[in-house]
Antibody, heavy 120, light 107 residues
Framework: QLQLQESGPGLVKPSETLSLTCTVS??????????WGWIRQPPGKGLEWIGS???????YYNPSLKSRVTISVDTSKNQFSLKLSSVTAADTAVYYC????????????WGQGTLVTVSS | SYELTQPPSVSVSPGQTARITCSGD??????AYWYQQKPGQAPVLVIY???ERPSGIPERFSGSSSGTTVTLTISGVQAEDEADYYC??????????FGGGTKLTVL
């Protein structure tokens, strides 16, 4: 069973770049069975898909965030990462990493989430 | 941009049946997924591909689809089912979208 764990700074200044890493255990990030994704949830609000990546490096981004988002995979560390540039207070949210199994394409394993606050 | 519309809240008494709807123009062509989220926890997938139930999810959770609306049905609701529920699908370009969420209250 996959386990995912987010890590990264909990506080980012406006206009800077938010960087988070998701460490995967219980399976290989190079597996063709999964896509890997990032989802966020502002406090008290709903879920928003940020983007996803396949082990091959193919990426898929939410058009509303595409100009600021980069998702990458580090197979040597069994990790994938999120970078979100030029952040504002509106980017304050709990950020989740999750896996999508290619057979059902639902987000079936999630990290616990990490709160990132954008503030000076 | 594409939107999935859910009712903000649904209330039901224990043992009754709860139905949560999700509407979207692309739903006839795109699968829907349902997630349960309890306070302070990550979401949990409860239904995939409109009506399939992942292993470990109780049989009282079921999903159905009709035209532009998909429905999550929880039969014999229990107190532990009180949570926020989100539908998720994709638009015609493959962009993943979540509904706004429905708060299920067990009276």
């Amino acid at each position: 069973q996959l386990q995912l764990q987010e890590s990264g700074p909990g506080l980012v200044k406006p206009s800077e770049t938010l960087s988070l890493t998701c460490t995967v255990s219980g399976g290989s990030i190079s597996s063709s069975s999964y896509y890997w994704g990032w989802i966020r949830q502002p406090p008290g609000k709903g879920l928003e898909w940020i983007g996803s990546i396949y082990y091959s490096g193919s990426t898929y981004y939410n058009p509303s965030l595409k100009s600021r988002v980069t998702i990458s995979v580090d197979t040597s560390k069994n990790q994938f990462s999120l970078k979100l540039s030029s952040v504002t207070a509106a980017d304050t949210a709990v950020y989740y990493c999750a896996s999508l199994t290619v057979t059902n394409l639902g987000f079936d394993y999630w990290g616990q989430g990490t709160l990132v606050t954008v503030s000076s | 941009s594409y939107e999935l519309t859910q009712p903000p809240s649904v209330s039901v008494s224990p043992g009754q049946t709860a139905r949560i709807t999700c509407s979207g123009d692309a739903l006839p062509k795109q699968y829907a997924y349902w997630y349960q989220q309890k306070p302070g926890q990550a979401p949990v997938l409860v239904i995939y591909k409109d009506s399939e139930r992942p292993s470990g999810i109780p049989e009282r959770f079921s999903g159905s689809s009709s035209g532009t609306t998909v429905t999550l049905t929880i039969s014999g609701v229990q107190a532990e089912d009180e949570a926020d529920y989100y539908c998720q699908s994709a638009d015609s370009s493959g962009t993943l979208v979540f509904g706004g969420g429905t708060k299920l209250t067990v009276l």
